[in-house]
């Protein structure tokens, strides 16, 4: 999870580095702004990767590349789909009534749509975006209380 993207990463910027421009972005999970009970070895490898995250935006921000971490909420894939429906039959409990208990957990009461997401990560990836870097984005309809 966390070397894999370092290596690909070694690979990729110094032709970055060479055209002065770049852009690296690392998706991941609300885990490491609030850890996912029973997920500790997940949430650690996950907060690994924002702060080389972090690291790497400061070190290859004057190259014109930036480095940002996307976070994302429940976005209605068919993961987050496996996942209801594992828990409804968990929990004995239909799947709109897990579905109901997770969209009434998220401000925006529903699931965000895939493009939604993507919107995100285009805008991070275009021109437009040069002065974000070092940032970690949530894209989770308000799900996240902290600040």
């Keep these: 999870m966390v070397l894999s993207l370092i290596r690909f990463t ?3 910027l110094p032709d970055m580095r060479e055209r002065m421009w770049g ?3 690392t998706s991941t999970s609300s885990g490491v ?6 997920l500790a070895i997940s949430n650690a490898l996950r907060m690994s990767l924002v ?3 972090k690291t790497l935006a400061a070190e290859v ?3 014109g590349i930036t480095v940002n971490v996307v976070l994302p909420g429940r976005i209605s894939t068919d993961r987050i789909r496996f996942l209801d429906e594992a828990r409804a039959k968990r929990e ?3 799947l709109a009534d897990v579905e109901g208990e ?13 493009e ?4 995100v990560v285009a805008f991070l990836a275009s021109r437009n975006a040069s002065f974000i870097t070092g940032s970690t984005i949530r894209v989770d309809g308000g799900m996240i209380a902290s600040l």
Excluded at 33 to 38: E, G, R
């Design 102 to 114: 997770s969209t009434g957990s998220i401000p925006v009461h529903r699931y965000g749509r895939p």
């Design 61 to 63: 921000a004057a190259e």
């Design 33 to 38: 702004i609030a850890p996912i009970p029973n």
């Design 10 to 12: 070694d690979l990729v």
């Design 92 to 94: 004995g409990k239909t």
């Design 51 to 53: 702060g080389w995250s």
């Design 116 to 119: 939604e997401y993507g919107d």
């Design 23 to 25: 852009r690296i972005i």
